[in-house]
C-alpha cells in the first residue's frame, strides 16, 4: 500500500520553494528540453537512491520524485520573469 | 605557541587520562554512576519512532530545541545589525 | 562578484534543483533514518548559495526576496509554538507529543487528526521537522545574500 506522507508533503515543500524561480532572458536561456532534461536526470536519481526511509512500496523514492515535480508546478504557477 | 606551551599542554592532557585511568582500575568508579532517566529513554523510545536520535531531540527535549532555533535567529540578527547598518534597503 | 564562465552556468542549476530536492527528502524521513531538520534546512541551503555564486547577485535564477524571507522564518518559528500550545491545551504539558500519547489522556479524534500518513506513528515529530527546516534554511540564506550584497555595493562604491 502506498504511504502517502511523502506524497502530499513533498508538494507542498516543492511548491513552496519553487516559486522563487525566475529565469531571465539575458542570460543562457533554459528551454523546455532543459527541464525535460532535469526531470529524466531526478528520475535516475531517485532509481538509484532506492526506497529512501525503509518504506516497501515503490523501488523509488516517493519524497525526491514528489519534490521535484512540486518545484515544476511552482515555477509555472507563480513564476515571476524579471 | 611556542615549544614550551605545546609540550605543557601535551604533559597536562596525558596526565589527566592517566590518573583517570588509574583510579577507575583501582576504585571502580564505573558502577557507582546513576543512570537517571536513561533507563527510560530505553524502554519507551523506540515505541514512539525508530530513530532514537529524533526521539530525544525532538520528543524528550522538544523545548531546548525551541531554543536553539532562537539561537539562529539571534545569530543572523547580529550578523545583519552588525554589517549592514541602512546600507541595503530595498523591499522588493 | 559573478564566477562567470559558460560551462559553470550551464552545469548550476540543474545541480541545485537536484540538491534542494535531496534536501527535502532528508527532512521528510527524518523520523526513520538519521537526518531530520537541522540537516536538510543546511542542504536546502547550500543549493541557493551554489546558484548565487556561480551568477552574482543581480542575475540568479534562484534568488529570495525580503518579503518571502520573513515570512518563511516566521511560519517556522510561530509552527512549533503552535504545536507545544496544541500539546498544553490537550494534554497538559507544553509540546506534549499528542501522537503518541506516553499518559494516556488524549482521545482518540484528536489523534486521528493529526496522524501523519505513515506506517510509523510518531506524533508530531514529522511536523517538527519540517519547520526547522524551513527556519534553518531561511536564516543561512539570508546572511549569503546580505554579504554578496554587501560587495556588490562596495565594488561599485570605488
Not at chain 1, 52 to 78: C, Q, R
Not at chain 3, 102 to 112: D, G, H, K, W, Y
Request: hydrophobic letters at 55%; a neutral charge; aromatic letters at 10%.
Amino acid at each position: 500500500m502506498l504511504s502517502l506522507g511523502p506524497i502530499i508533503f513533498g508538494l507542498i515543500l516543492g511548491l513552496v520553494i519553487g516559486s522563487q524561480i525566475k529565469l531571465n532572458v539575458s542570460d543562457t536561456r533554459f528551454t523546455l528540453a532543459a527541464f525535460i532534461i532535469i526531470l529524466i536526470a531526478g528520475i535516475i536519481v531517485a532509481w538509484q537512491s532506492g526506497n529512501f526511509p525503509f518504506y516497501t512500496d515503490l523501488p523509488v523514492s516517493t519524497a525526491f520524485l514528489s519534490a521535484l515535480i512540486g518545484i515544476f508546478v511552482g515555477k509555472l504557477i507563480f513564476a515571476r520573469s524579471k | 605557541m611556542s615549544k614550551a606551551t605545546i609540550r605543557n599542554l601535551l604533559a597536562a592532557v596525558l596526565t589527566a587520562l592517566f590518573s583517570v585511568t588509574l583510579i577507575d582500575a583501582i576504585f571502580n568508579i564505573s558502577n557507582m554512576i546513576n543512570p537517571g532517566v536513561s533507563n527510560i529513554y530505553n524502554a519507551l523510545g523506540t515505541q514512539i519512532a525508530p530513530n532514537m536520535v529524533t526521539v530525544v531531540i525532538f520528543d524528550f527535549r522538544a523545548y531546548d530545541t525551541l531554543g536553539e532555533s532562537i539561537i539562529l535567529l539571534t545569530a543572523g540578527l547580529v550578523v545583519l545589525l552588525i554589517f549592514g547598518r541602512g546600507l541595503l534597503g530595498d523591499k522588493r | 562578484m559573478s564566477q562567470g564562465s559558460v560551462i559553470l552556468k550551464l552545469i548550476s542549476l540543474p545541480i541545485s534543483i537536484i540538491l534542494i530536492c535531496l534536501g527535502i527528502m532528508t527532512i521528510l524521513g527524518g523520523h526513520i533514518t538519521p537526518g531530520g531538520g537541522f540537516q536538510g534546512g543546511a542542504m536546502i541551503a547550500s543549493g541557493i548559495i551554489l546558484s548565487i555564486l556561480v551568477y552574482g547577485i543581480g542575475n540568479s535564477p534562484l534568488e529570495l526576496s525580503h518579503t518571502y524571507i520573513e515570512v518563511l522564518e516566521s511560519v517556522g518559528a510561530l509552527g512549533f509554538v503552535i504545536f507545544g500550545l496544541i500539546g498544553l491545551f490537550v494534554g497538559g504539558f507544553f509540546l506534549y507529543n499528542v501522537g503518541a500519547d506516553l499518559l494516556n489522556v488524549v482521545p482518540q479524534s484528536i489523534q486521528n487528526v493529526l496522524h501523519y500518513p505513515d506506517v510509523t506513528n510518531a506524533g508530531i515529530i514529522p511536523y517538527l521537522n519540517i519547520f526547522v527546516g524551513l527556519k534553518v534554511f531561511v536564516g543561512l540564506t539570508s546572511i549569503v545574500i546580505a554579504f554578496a550584497g554587501f560587495k556588490k555595493l562596495t565594488e561599485e562604491g570605488e
